[in-house]
Protein backbone atom coordinates (compact mmCIF):
# COMPACT_ATOMS: atom_id res chain seq x y z
CA UNK A 1 0.00 0.00 0.00
CA UNK A 2 1.52 3.66 -0.94
CA UNK A 3 0.50 6.37 1.36
CA UNK A 4 0.08 9.25 -0.07
CA UNK A 5 1.62 12.02 2.12
CA UNK A 6 1.57 15.97 2.03
CA UNK A 7 4.03 18.60 3.43
CA UNK A 8 3.00 20.11 6.58
CA UNK A 9 4.95 22.94 8.56
CA UNK A 10 4.68 22.43 11.77
CA UNK A 11 4.90 24.77 15.08
CA UNK A 12 4.85 27.59 12.91
CA UNK A 13 7.13 26.41 10.81
CA UNK A 14 10.21 25.49 13.31
CA UNK A 15 9.56 21.66 12.10
CA UNK A 16 8.46 20.04 9.23
CA UNK A 17 7.15 16.45 8.25
CA UNK A 18 5.23 14.53 5.40
CA UNK A 19 1.84 13.76 6.87
CA UNK A 20 -0.53 11.37 5.27
CA UNK A 21 -3.41 13.33 3.30
CA UNK A 22 -5.90 11.43 4.84
CA UNK A 23 -5.37 13.31 8.28
CA UNK A 24 -7.22 16.50 9.04
CA UNK A 25 -5.63 19.71 11.23
CA UNK A 26 -7.37 19.03 14.92
CA UNK A 27 -7.06 22.34 15.01
CA UNK A 28 -10.21 22.84 12.41
CA UNK A 29 -12.47 20.99 14.30
CA UNK A 30 -15.15 22.59 16.34
CA UNK A 31 -14.99 22.16 19.84
CA UNK A 32 -11.65 20.58 19.70
CA UNK A 33 -8.97 22.49 21.64
CA UNK A 34 -5.23 21.50 21.09
CA UNK A 35 -2.52 22.27 23.72
CA UNK A 36 -0.11 24.79 22.20
CA UNK A 37 2.72 22.35 22.67
CA UNK A 38 1.14 19.56 20.58
CA UNK A 39 0.15 19.39 16.69
CA UNK A 40 -3.30 17.04 16.03
CA UNK A 41 -4.01 15.29 13.14
CA UNK A 42 -7.13 12.65 12.82
CA UNK A 43 -9.56 10.97 10.57
CA UNK A 44 -12.84 11.45 11.54
CA UNK A 45 -14.11 7.93 9.82
CA UNK A 46 -11.00 6.32 11.70
CA UNK A 47 -10.64 7.35 14.61
CA UNK A 48 -6.99 7.43 13.58
CA UNK A 49 -4.80 10.07 15.21
CA UNK A 50 -1.28 11.48 14.71
CA UNK A 51 0.08 13.63 17.48
CA UNK A 52 3.51 15.91 17.56
CA UNK A 53 4.62 17.12 20.91
CA UNK A 54 7.26 19.13 22.41
CA UNK A 55 7.77 18.09 25.76
CA UNK A 56 10.66 18.51 28.75
CA UNK A 57 13.42 16.40 27.84
CA UNK A 58 13.41 13.23 30.34
CA UNK A 59 16.20 13.00 32.36
CA UNK A 60 15.82 9.86 34.02
CA UNK A 61 15.23 7.70 30.94
CA UNK A 62 17.94 7.04 29.16
CA UNK A 63 18.48 7.54 24.81
CA UNK A 64 17.50 3.86 24.73
CA UNK A 65 14.52 3.59 27.24
CA UNK A 66 12.74 7.10 26.36
CA UNK A 67 10.40 5.69 24.16
CA UNK A 68 9.09 3.28 26.48
CA UNK A 69 8.90 5.60 28.83
CA UNK A 70 6.96 7.78 26.93
CA UNK A 71 5.17 4.92 26.03
CA UNK A 72 4.25 4.07 29.74
CA UNK A 73 3.56 7.69 30.48
CA UNK A 74 0.96 8.01 27.71
CA UNK A 75 -0.51 4.75 29.00
CA UNK A 76 -0.51 6.25 32.39
CA UNK A 77 -2.82 9.25 31.14
CA UNK A 78 -4.92 6.59 29.46
CA UNK A 79 -5.70 5.16 32.83
CA UNK A 80 -4.17 1.92 31.59
CA UNK A 81 -3.39 -0.95 33.55
CA UNK A 82 0.23 -2.42 32.87
CA UNK A 83 -1.53 -5.32 32.16
CA UNK A 84 -3.16 -3.80 29.54
CA UNK A 85 -0.57 -2.20 27.35
CA UNK A 86 2.13 -4.38 25.65
CA UNK A 87 5.46 -3.04 23.68
CA UNK A 88 5.80 -4.85 20.43
CA UNK A 89 8.68 -3.80 18.87
CA UNK A 90 11.14 -1.18 19.83
CA UNK A 91 14.52 0.06 18.02
CA UNK A 92 17.02 2.76 18.69
CA UNK A 93 17.80 4.49 15.08
CA UNK A 94 20.91 5.42 13.81
CA UNK A 95 22.54 8.67 13.55
CA UNK A 96 23.02 7.92 9.52
CA UNK A 97 18.83 7.42 10.25
CA UNK A 98 17.94 10.53 11.17
CA UNK A 99 19.38 12.87 8.15
CA UNK A 100 16.62 14.92 7.78
CA UNK A 101 16.88 16.76 11.38
CA UNK A 102 20.19 18.15 10.24
CA UNK A 103 22.22 16.60 13.32
CA UNK A 104 19.85 18.77 15.87
CA UNK A 105 18.57 15.55 17.24
CA UNK A 106 21.11 13.45 19.34
CA UNK A 107 19.21 10.32 19.54
CA UNK A 108 15.90 8.41 18.07
CA UNK A 109 14.17 5.55 18.79
CA UNK A 110 10.91 3.78 17.85
CA UNK A 111 7.89 1.85 19.81
CA UNK A 112 5.55 -0.06 18.18
CA UNK A 113 2.85 -1.32 20.77
CA UNK A 114 -0.95 -1.86 22.24
CA UNK A 115 -2.80 -0.49 24.90
CA UNK A 116 -6.46 -0.88 26.49
CA UNK A 117 -7.94 2.82 26.35
CA UNK A 118 -11.71 3.09 27.76
CA UNK A 119 -12.37 -0.89 26.84
CA UNK A 120 -10.80 -0.70 23.10
CA UNK A 121 -7.79 -2.10 21.81
CA UNK A 122 -5.50 0.66 20.65
CA UNK A 123 -2.61 0.67 18.43
CA UNK A 124 -0.20 2.60 19.33
CA UNK A 125 3.10 3.66 17.42
CA UNK A 126 5.64 6.56 19.17
CA UNK A 127 8.77 7.75 17.91
CA UNK A 128 10.89 10.18 20.86
CA UNK A 129 13.43 12.45 18.99
CA UNK A 130 15.74 13.63 21.61
CA UNK A 131 16.93 17.27 22.01
CA UNK A 132 18.96 17.21 24.97
CA UNK A 133 20.87 20.15 24.02
CA UNK A 134 17.72 22.26 24.79
CA UNK A 135 16.47 20.23 26.84
CA UNK A 136 13.55 18.95 24.44
CA UNK A 137 11.77 15.17 23.78
CA UNK A 138 9.45 15.71 20.33
CA UNK A 139 7.33 12.53 20.87
CA UNK A 140 5.36 11.62 17.62
CA UNK A 141 2.48 9.38 18.07
CA UNK A 142 -0.31 7.84 15.80
CA UNK A 143 -2.64 6.08 17.45
CA UNK A 144 -5.12 3.20 15.76
CA UNK A 145 -8.03 1.89 17.07
CA UNK A 146 -8.24 -1.73 16.49
CA UNK A 147 -6.27 -4.70 17.57
CA UNK A 148 -3.67 -4.50 14.59
CA UNK A 149 -0.87 -2.90 14.17
CA UNK A 150 -1.20 -2.46 10.01
CA UNK A 151 0.18 0.86 8.88
CA UNK A 152 0.78 2.63 11.91
CA UNK A 153 4.32 1.09 12.08
CA UNK A 154 5.31 2.22 8.30
CA UNK A 155 3.31 5.90 8.90
CA UNK A 156 5.62 6.35 11.76
CA UNK A 157 8.42 5.19 9.93
CA UNK A 158 8.04 7.79 7.14
CA UNK A 159 7.45 10.22 9.81
CA UNK A 160 10.73 9.35 11.20
CA UNK A 161 12.44 9.35 8.01
CA UNK A 162 10.84 12.68 6.36
CA UNK A 163 10.70 14.78 9.83
CA UNK A 164 13.07 18.02 9.73
CA UNK A 165 13.57 20.44 12.47
CA UNK A 166 14.22 23.76 10.97
CA UNK A 167 14.36 25.98 14.21
CA UNK A 168 16.09 25.82 17.78
CA UNK A 169 13.09 24.60 20.12
CA UNK A 170 12.96 25.04 23.78
CA UNK A 171 10.59 23.44 26.00
CA UNK A 172 10.60 26.07 29.26
CA UNK A 173 9.98 24.51 32.69
CA UNK A 174 6.15 25.03 32.30
CA UNK A 175 6.32 22.24 29.63
Not at 9 to 20: D, I, S
Not at 36 to 62: G, H, P
Not at 136 to 152: C, E, F, K, Q, W
Request: charged content about 25%.
Amino acid sequence: MVLALRSQGLFGGAMHALVPQYLEDATDTPGREVPDNQEVFWCRKTADCLIFEILEYVEEASDNDACAWHFAEIARLNDCAETDREILHQQVMKPSDMHATGGRVASASLLIGRQVVGGDRVAIAVATLRLPDVGTDVLITYNRPAPSISGASQIEQELQESFQVREKIVCGSGG
